[in-house]
Antibody, heavy 121, light 107 residues
Framework: QVQLQESGPGLVKPSETLSLTCTVS????????WSWIRQPPGKGLEFIGYIYYSGTTNYNPSLKSRVTISVDTSKNQFSLRLSSVTAADTAVYFC???????????????WGRGTLVTVSS | DIQMTQSPSSLSASVGDRVTITCRASQSITNYLNWYQQKPGKAPKLLIYTASSLQSGVPSRFSGSGSGTDFTLTVSSLQPEDFATYYCQQSSSTPWTFGQGTRVEIK
């Protein structure tokens, strides 16, 4: 079955750029939308943005100036870059498949296990 | 952005209880409302999509209803493995947004 796995540094210094990669295994990244979602410790979920396998993106306006999501179909991976990080960006970062069905609904049907990124000097 | 408000924020219940969680949207989202269950240290798991469709593999004791701005998630008979935090999420317009979560604890 399709599985997602996040990877990247667990510690990032303030003002630097957070970089994470999500590897999709057991299936193709093509023909789907792929998202990043984050969850600060003890808090709720925040949608960061999504990318279509063709490269089309949609970002949360609250983070848009600092976020870049990219895709590498040859590696079956998509990536997140978040620049100028502060302590407020400390969170568990999840990658997920954003599935669109025939009725127009969209939902996160597959998730990675998540990776904790701490912003600290 | 569409604001999602869940109630209650937490509840205590016993095994076998019927539990209902409410989610309200700040504007109409027709039926583009999803429910997730999250256990500590784990990723959220999709339970219900488009308000009332049960995700494959999810027990039938979970059900969802509602349209427009008001939605409910019901667990007909709470089981030990159901103690978790539940989130609603709208997919009517981007940015997708989540409710703040409802923590279901053991009484």
């Amino acid at each position: 079955q399709v599985q997602l796995q996040e990877s990247g540094p667990g510690l990032v210094k303030p003002s630097e750029t957070l970089s994470l990669t999500c590897t999709v295994s057991g299936g193709s990244i093509s023909s789907y939308y792929w998202s990043w979602i984050r969850q600060p410790p003890g808090k709720g979920l925040e949608f960061i943005g999504y990318i279509y396998y063709s490269g089309t993106t949609n970002y949360n306006p609250s983070l848009k100036s600092r976020v870049t999501i990219s895709v590498d179909t040859s590696k079956n991976q998509f990536s997140l870059r978040l620049s100028s990080v502060t302590a407020a960006d400390t969170a568990v970062y999840f990658c997920a498949r954003d599935f669109g069905d025939n009725s127009g609904g969209w939902y996160f049907d597959l998730w990675g296990r998540g990776t904790l990124v701490t912003v600290s000097s | 952005d569409i604001q999602m408000t869940q109630s209650p924020s937490s509840l205590s219940a016993s095994v076998g209880d019927r539990v209902t969680i409410t989610c309200r949207a700040s504007q109409s989202i027709t039926n583009y409302l999803n429910w997730y269950q999250q256990k500590p240290g784990k990723a959220p798991k999709l339970l219900i999509y488009t308000a009332s469709s049960l995700q494959s593999g999810v027990p039938s004791r979970f059900s969802g209803s509602g349209s427009g701005t008001d939605f409910t998630l019901t667990v007909s008979s709470l089981q030990p493995e159901d103690f978790a935090t539940y989130y609603c999420q709208q997919s009517s317009s981007t940015p997708w947004t989540f409710g703040q979560g409802t923590r279901v604890e053991i009484k």
